[in-house]
């Protein structure tokens, strides 16, 4: 079992919720992908504090933590902007004009998928397919599902974010 | 039945051979002094099947199989050299040149590299797919030793020997795909790392210019990689 | 909890929705959700409450009801209504319509041929319980099946049941699966069985990119997916599972965890089950989004807490799988299908399919087709029928051009092939693969070599990078259609892309590798005067690509 105690990288309360989900798996090192979900989850991203927290919790080695966090699309090591538009690519929605909206943000907003705009807004990121194929081409909206889109809705929608 | 007494025959190009079921047709090959190409294996480290030049094919079998992974079978037939597996090898052999930036003429181990020396025994002298050219960098930020990426293939021998036989797991594979790349801790330099215990194992195992011993020019980089097999007993038998 | 307990709640439960004259079921799964049905869930409540119909009315949110184009979907039963495009603002109007005529502006056609012509097993509660209540899914029969196994069958008669029924793994390969377990049960020795530790681990990580059967099953009906999966680990005697699911899948994955935390507060899941000495112990892994982990040993290296790099098999992991240990992994619909052929016998289902595929699939039918939304077909049935018949055709008065299934790991079939019977085999022969369930139409204005194009950089981007041919192979294939489709390529590198084709899949480590030139092939066969136009003619006969 664990001697010492370590202790998070800041005060922030937020980390009582990536402890909770470590200790819950006794600190095993198979809990890394867990933890860096978690953290994700509760920061919006993974930073280097976090990482090295993480790896001294469940001793992991760190360039494994890091090979691990930087394997996955999922996880992403830079802030987020304050809203996030995620665009799908997958089949259906490819064929159904997925690109024409990536186009149309590029256009509008100087932004390719993984960036974000330079005030910090919006980042715009791609999934391979959200499970809503039937409405393609989809996209999400700050976590809200929004089909059939063309350039003008999905404009809208964006302008209803920042709102 | 412990499987090392159980002896099994088999035929490798058409040679009866004898061994324990419990060897791989690599080890079966080598004892028998046939030679099947090989980047990412290496005696004493675990085997990962990788770099796919060690593709034999086994009659019955319809996929190509490594060898260096794949364990012998009673009455199994394999052929460790044919036209096909030629080309392939040699296709092989040349997507990994296109895919860093293989100067031999400027490198370290120029005269010394196992890449180098595949591309003679496969008889490979020109690359007919396009070179990708990606921007890579050199980290020269430690004092004994550097990493040129632009040599890196990716065999991770040096990931292998740093966390199984030196136990620091400085190394991994960051980002994945074309995108992977061997780095150190948190992707600091390497010079930064807090891990590295500077043994240079990993330098040693490199069978590229990738890791290299500072203040050495073009070709002047030898290695040595015989202290594997034996580390490699040792620590098994303190286990 | 007894088998007659289990009884009494399921006769309580019908009971209870006997009792009222109309039952509204809102469809809650993500297609519905995204155009707001939960706010028509909302809606009809509180009419229902204001009107004072609380003991003649029930409302209830429910899984897919299959066709999401028309979305969001509202059932009445008993009356076998369905509605379509269904607003807040139309709650009224539906309850006022109760005990009269349905309203005709919002009603569906009555016997579509979307729903008629469908089998539905793994998806017969889909839409009719509320997935986040385990009496629903009792009252349906559910849970029986394992009760029955554990109160009467020995692990070899479950074993030699699913074996009977000729399942074949629904994930892609369509490995057998009573085979499979049957190697799960011999591994390390049948005598030392009991001591050996054993998993099972569900496959829901679903990559493919157009694909979302697995997604609904989840949504729809979370129990039966735990009940397969219990069924099998007494089987195979494991006491441990893991459900690996996409992390993009929130809405499943709130349900999983829902239904596995009702499934143990009920004694279905946890220890000593049914009062046998059966224990079964379930838990979830989230996915983080990338596609290689779909393959078992991937996924196995990312359940173990790594990066999800295939290993080479053998071992399999029937015999050296999760920790080393033997482990069972199954696609979600597989162990979906299981409670059924139990509870039917294995001749039941053995009847229904082909000679070689057995049983019903799932398909998630989008791009150009009228009817997009997921359906259960028997095996054997034609690509024409689920197109056409089920599917409505193609809208706008375009023609058919051809149907991908398979994905990244599949191939695109042409029109003179649409009287082909789907079932494993078959499509193979037409140089494309069953896969987990994807089914993208296209019309004429899809070009072929775009679409291949598209294909190859998901498996570029997806690939784990860690043997060469996939990863360097996938890249110039990718740059070589890249420059066909920008009018810029010769037919030597047309001669080059097929000899990279023949490199990457005869020498890649693991299955992303192998099939991702299967896209390029397919269009290469039945499409090669597209590829040829782009190249010579520097023209897109599409009009897709701008060269
Ligand atoms: C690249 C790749 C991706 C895969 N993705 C999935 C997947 O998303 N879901 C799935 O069930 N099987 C997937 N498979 C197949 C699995 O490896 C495995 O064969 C399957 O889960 C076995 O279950 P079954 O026998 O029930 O089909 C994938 C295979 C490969 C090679
Ligand atoms: S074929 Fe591709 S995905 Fe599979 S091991 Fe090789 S690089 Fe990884
Ligand atoms: S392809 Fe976009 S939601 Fe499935
Ligand atoms: S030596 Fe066998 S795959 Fe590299």
Redesign the pocket.
């Known amino acids: 079992m664990r001697s010492e105690k370590i202790s998070p990288p800041s005060e922030d309360k937020r980390w009582k919720i990536v402890d909770t989900t470590m200790r819950r798996k006794g600190y095993v090192p198979s809990a890394l992908i867990e933890a860096l979900h978690s953290t994700q989850e509760a920061f919006g991203y993974l930073d280097e504090s976090a990482l090295r927290y993480i790896s001294a919790s469940l001793r992991v080695p760190p360039s494994k933590v890091y090979g691990v966090a930087t394997f996955y699309h999922f996880f992403t090591l830079r802030p987020q902007g304050k809203h996030t538009c995620v665009v799908c690519t997958g089949t259906a929605c490819y064929i159904k004009g997925a690109s024409a909206l990536l186009q149309t943000l590029d256009k509008n907003f100087d932004i390719k998928p993984g960036e974000t705009t330079s005030d910090g807004e919006i980042s715009v990121l791609t999934a391979r397919c959200l499970g809503s194929c039937s409405l393609a081409p989809a996209a999400v909206f700050d976590g809200h599902v929004a089909g059939n889109l063309e350039p003008q809705t999905l404009m809208e929608q964006i302008a209803r974010l920042k709102e | 039945m412990n499987p090392q007494a159980q002896v099994t025959t088999l035929k490798i190009d058409d040679r009866e051979i004898s061994a324990h079921a419990d060897q791989t047709i690599l080890d079966v090959a080598i004892e028998n002094g046939i030679e099947i190409p090989t980047l990412c294996h290496l005696e004493g480290l675990s085997e990962v099947g990788a770099c796919r030049l060690c593709l034999v094919e086994i009659q019955g079998t319809p996929k190509l199989q490594p060898a260096c992974v794949t364990r012998v079978r009673e009455g199994m037939e394999v052929v460790t050299h044919s036209e096909r597996l030629q080309k392939y090898r040699r296709f092989i052999l040349e997507l990994f040149f296109t895919e860093r930036n293989h100067i031999c003429s400027v490198c370290v181990a120029n005269g010394n590299c196992e890449l180098q020396d595949m591309a003679t025994t496969l008889g490979m002298d020109h690359v007919h797919y396009p070179y990708l050219y990606p921007n890579v960098p050199v980290d020269a930020s430690h004092d004994l030793f550097g990493l040129d990426q632009n040599r890196c293939i990716l065999c991770t021998r040096c990931v292998r020997v740093c966390a199984e036989i030196e136990g620091a797991h400085t190394w991994d594979v960051r980002g994945h795909g074309i995108d992977s790349r061997v780095f150190t801790d948190f992707n600091e330099p390497w010079g930064e790392s807090v891990t590295c215990t500077s043994c240079g194992k990993c330098v040693n195992v490199c069978p590229t210019g990738a890791l290299f011993k500072k203040g050495k020019s073009v070709g002047e980089m030898s290695r040595k990689i015989d202290f594997l097999p034996y580390l490699k007993k040792m620590r098994e038998e303190m286990k | 909890m007894t088998r007659e307990e289990l009884d009494a709640i399921g006769e309580k439960e019908l009971a209870a929705s006997q009792q009222v004259k109309h039952r509204l079921n809102v469809c809650l799964a993500a297609g519905c959700m995204s155009l707001q049905s939960d706010a028509v869930l909302a809606s009809l409540q509180k009419n229902i409450k204001e009107r004072g119909l609380e003991h003649e009315c029930h409302v209830k949110g429910v899984g897919c009801l299959g066709l999401c184009k028309a979305g969001p979907l509202v059932a009445v039963e008993p009356n076998g209504v369905m509605y379509q495009h269904v607003t807040a603002n139309e709650a009224n109007e539906i309850l006022e319509a109760l005990d009269a005529e349905p309203l005709a502006q919002l009603a569906l056609e009555p016997a579509l041929p979307f729903f008629n012509r469908q089998t539905k097993i793994s998806l017969e509660n889909s839409g009719v319980i509320d997935p986040e209540r385990i009496e629903e899914y009792i009252a349906q029969g559910g849970y029986a099946a394992l009760a029955q196994v554990l109160n009467e069958l020995t692990p070899a008669q479950v074993v030699e049941q699913v074996t009977r029924s000729g399942l ?8 057998p ?1 009573g085979l ?1 377990w049957s190697t799960v049960v011999k591994a390390q020795g049948a005598q030392t069985r009991e001591s050996v530790q054993k998993y099972v681990i569900c ?6 990119p157009g694909a979302f059967m ?1 997604r609904s099953m989840l949504e729809s009906d979370p129990h039966r997916i735990l009940e397969g999966m219990a069924i099998a680990a007494y089987a195979v005697g494991a006491n441990q599972g893991y459900i690996y699911v996409r992390a993009e899948y929130p809405l499943a994955i709130k349900r999983l965890k829902i239904a596995i935390r009702q499934a143990e507060r009920a004694g279905v899941l946890g220890s000593a089950i049914f009062a046998s000495p059966f224990n079964f112990h379930v838990e979830l892994r989230m996915g983080a989004g990338a ?9 196995i290296a990312s359940i173990e807490g790594g990066r999800g790099l ?1 290993r080479i098999r053998p071992p399999y992991p029937a015999e050296y799988g999760l920790w080393g240990k033997p482990t069972l ?7 979906a299908l299981v409670p059924s052929i139990i509870r039917n016998g294995s001749e039941w289902f053995a009847n229904i399919g082909t000679e070689k595929s057995k049983g019903t699939k799932v398909f998630a039918l989008a791009g150009a087709v009228q009817n997009t939304g997921l359906v259960e077909v028997p095996m054997g049935i034609t690509l024409r029928e689920i197109i056409f018949d089920i599917g409505g055709g193609i809208p706008d008065g375009k023609k058919f051009k051809a149907v991908q299934t398979g994905g ?2 599949g191939g695109c079939v042409p029109k003179q092939f649409l009287d082909k019977a789907v079932d494993y085999e078959t499509l193979t022969q037409l140089g494309t693969i069953m896969g ?1 369930g994807g089914m993208i139409v296209m019309d004429e204005t899809s070009c072929m070599v775009d679409v291949a194009r598209y294909f190859m950089e998901f498996c570029m981007t ?1 690939s784990c990078g860690k043997c060469v041919p996939c990863r360097v192979g996938t890249v110039q294939m990718y740059n070589l259609l890249t420059k066909i489709t920008q009018g810029e390529a010769t037919l030597d590198d047309l001669a080059l892309l097929e000899e990279l084709c023949d490199l990457v899949r005869n020498t890649s480590l ?3 590798g ?2 991702a030139p299967n896209p390029v092939l397919s269009t290469l066969r039945y499409f090669r005067e597209e590829y040829v136009a782009h190249i010579q003619d520097k023209k897109c006969p599409a009009g897709v690509c701008k060269l």
């Open positions: 074949r793994g629904r994930g892609g390969a369509g490995y699966t499979k496959n829901a990580d679903e990559g493919d697995d596609f290689v982990c779909g393959e078992e040993t991937a996924l295939p992994i199954n696609n979600v619909e597989t162990y990244p790991s987990s997806e693991c299955g992303l192998q099939a």
